[in-house]
């Protein structure tokens, strides 16, 4: 027999990517109204950091969840139903996990943006990933195309100096043939006149 739900963690219907217990219309409306949603103590505290992000010209919407979610891939995907509707990067930050999703941001740069939070002051936390997801990140695709041209010329050159070495190699032994058919040439012709001259009588 399967193990009874435990009653401290909401049934999740099959194939549901958001619990039941979260009000997605609710909090969409206080992030269309604020920018936010979570405990009223901790508002103004998170508008400052949504505030902070927008002078750097940055959409961003933070959402506190007080309740531990019963799979931390649920934060995500509250996240994920949350931002067509809000537009924007969205950040839902949990007590034990945090799941983002935004079209300012590459997955990658969120995903390291999410690491080593301090979850336990959600304000501070937000401030936290915010600032990773707005600090100068490295151009990998840049970087990745250069280094690719790198080793295209690289190889091309090596290609070019291979067959050049190639074709050298190849003309010095026909060079030497040619110059060994001249000389055999050339004695033989040196020997025939020499045979010729000794034919040839004495006196006249």
Known sequence: MSPEPSSAVPTIPYGASVPDSIDIEAIA???QTQGVAGPVAQIPALKAVVADAKAKGY????????????????????????QPKTGGTVIVLGP????SSGPQFARVVQEEAAQNLTLTDPPGAARQMVDQLTAPQTNWTAIT????LGVLVAAVGARLVATRRARRGGTG????????EGSSAVDGDTGAAGDTDSRAPVGR
């Open 29 to 31: 409306r206080d992030l």
């Open 145 to 148: 195309i250069v280094l690719t």
């Open 59 to 82: 959409d961003i919407k933070v959402v506190v969840l007080t309740d531990k979610q019963p799979k931390f891939t649920y934060y995500r995907d509250i996240a994920l139903t949350l």
């Open 96 to 99: 034990d996990s945090v799941g």
């Open 173 to 180: 032994p026909r060079s030497s043939a040619a110059v060994d």
